[in-house]
């Protein structure tokens, strides 16, 4: 199965810890890379691969993946993390699935 | 700096073909490190990704909509496009276009266009 799966929310105290989660079958195989959306906006990603940031994102984001389920930490949050987050991957039939969004909120 | 932008019509109408093409600039789609895909988001909903190409033609299809789907490229124009027929109201979302960057064990999409969104209605 291709499919991956999310937690719908997560809330965290600002200058607090927060893992986020994503379970599939397909990330035995793969990595997944997370995204961030924020209201009217496009996705951003914020990880991919291994544990890989592209340029202008945060080093207090970092990810971390084992057997079948991938995790995204976000170390010392702060409100502009509040966001929608998804995980996706892709599977060996070529399928890029994103997981069901986790709602972010930063108390 | 790679910019994606989507182009196409903002209102069809059931029972036709979606149409939208993705103009890539600051970039070459032909190059062998890439895909290029499209993804959408109905109204307070989630990410479905529908499609990817390569600039080569070889394509990956979300198997919930392959029926319905053709996703094409046009390296003289740096572009490649959508066409998703038989619409419905459940076709209504956000499109977007993005870049998939293939790494090892992974393919992410590093770029994004701003979206466009298409609404299904008579």
């Known amino acids: 199965s291709s499919e991956l799966t999310q937690d719908p929310a997560v809330s965290v105290a600002l200058g607090q810890t927060v893992r986020i989660t994503c379970q599939g079958d397909?990330?035995?195989?793969?990595?997944a890379s997370w995204y961030q959306q924020k209201p009217g906006q496009a996705p951003v990603l914020v990880i991919y691969?291994?544990?890989n940031r592209p340029s202008g994102i945060p080093d207090r984001f970092s990810g971390s993946s084992s057997g079948n389920t991938a995790s995204l930490t976000i170390t010392g949050a702060q409100a502009e993390d509040e966001a929608d987050y998804y995980c996706?991957?892709?599977?060996?039939?070529?399928?890029?699935?994103f997981g069901g969004g986790t709602k972010l909120t930063v108390l | 700096q790679l910019q994606l932008q989507e182009s196409g019509p903002g209102l069809v109408k059931p029972s036709e073909t979606l149409s939208l093409t993705c103009t890539v600039s600051?970039?070459?789609?032909?190059?062998?490190?890439?895909?290029w895909g499209w993804i959408r988001q109905p109204p307070g909903k989630g990410l479905e990704w529908i499609g990817s190409?390569?600039?080569?033609?070889?394509?990956y299809y979300n198997p919930s909509l392959k029926s319905r789907v053709t996703i094409s490229v046009d390296t003289s124009k740096n572009q490649f496009s959508l066409k998703l027929s038989s619409v419905t109201a459940a076709d209504t979302a956000v499109y977007y276009c993005?870049?998939?960057?293939?790494?090892?064990?992974?393919?992410?999409?590093?770029?994004w266009g701003q979206g466009t969104l298409v609404t299904v209605s008579s």
């Open positions: 600051g970039g070459s789609i032909s190059s062998s490190s890439y895909y």
């Open positions: 397909s990330l035995r195989s793969y990595y």
């Open positions: 996706n991957s892709r599977d060996s039939s070529g399928n890029h699935p």
């Open positions: 691969g291994k544990n």
């Open positions: 190409i390569y600039y080569s033609g070889s394509t």
């Open positions: 993005a870049r998939l960057e293939v790494v090892p064990a992974a393919m992410p999409f590093d770029y």
